[in-house]
């Protein structure tokens, strides 16, 4: 947080002021803090904003050269091999050069803790800052439209993160047909199918995701009863596994 005299950072427990000796009110502490959360929240915001222009626009992260190849972050060597070098201290050292023999095969140098390899690049960085202040407050505004664009993006980069483990997750039409026939069931099955797949992932990019979609479904279920807040704190494990996921395939392939 900052002094309110002088303006500069002290640290948050800070009763008084190092540098002019001021008090530092709880008011002041509180302000700081709800700025904070506030500066975070717009931050989320923005992001979604410019992934939702991008969709409409076409334009993503990635870079399309004139030979219709991607240049998303990799150091090519000249020799069709790049290093897009991740390092995990508790599972070893992680070399993900991705490595065209001629025949339109990878050899990924992963070793790894899952027994699987992530899957190659297709094309495009995944987004991994997505927050439950902005699916929140952009459903509202939206009266509920961008929450099922949210549900269709994420199913989208998990398959692309995920593939190769055997699974899909379902899109954005089945997700509201079958709610509807359901009675809303088949959501929280949606739910619970993406937490167990996230968690089941971990191990290829030598990540630990305790929370599984048993987790998420007795916060839909039983967290109901709290208030009603048991859906968002579901919701909010799965967009953090998520995130994790995602950035993961993205440091894997030099797209950081």
Known sequence: MFCEKCG?????????????????????????????????????????????KQSFTGNSANQQNAGGQYNGG????????????????????????????GAGQ?????????????????????????GLASYIILSIITCGIYGYYFIYKMAHDVNIACDGDGENTSGLVAFILLSMITCGIYAWYWYYKL????????????????????TVLMWCIFGTLICGIGPFIAMHILIKNSNMICNAYNRTHGLM
């Open 8 to 52: 500069k950072e002290i640290p948050d427990s800070t009763k008084f002021c190092p540098y002019c000796g001021a008090a530092v009110s709880k008011a002041q502490d509180f302000v700081n803090k709800a700025g904070e959360v506030f500066n975070a929240a717009e931050q989320e915001l923005g992001s979604a904003f410019d992934e939702v």
């Open 74 to 101: 990799y150091q090519n060597n000249g020799a069709g091999q790049y290093n897009a070098g991740y390092q995990n201290s508790g599972a070893g050292q992680y070399n993900a050069g991705y490595q065209n023999n």
């Open 195 to 214: 937490g167990n797949r996230l968690a089941n992932n971990a191990g290829r990019y030598g990540l630990g995701i305790q929370e599984n979609g048993t």
């Open 106 to 130: 990878y050899n990924t140098g992963y070793q790894n803790n899952g027994g699987q390899t992530p899957p190659p690049y297709r094309g495009e960085k995944l987004k991994d800052d997505r």
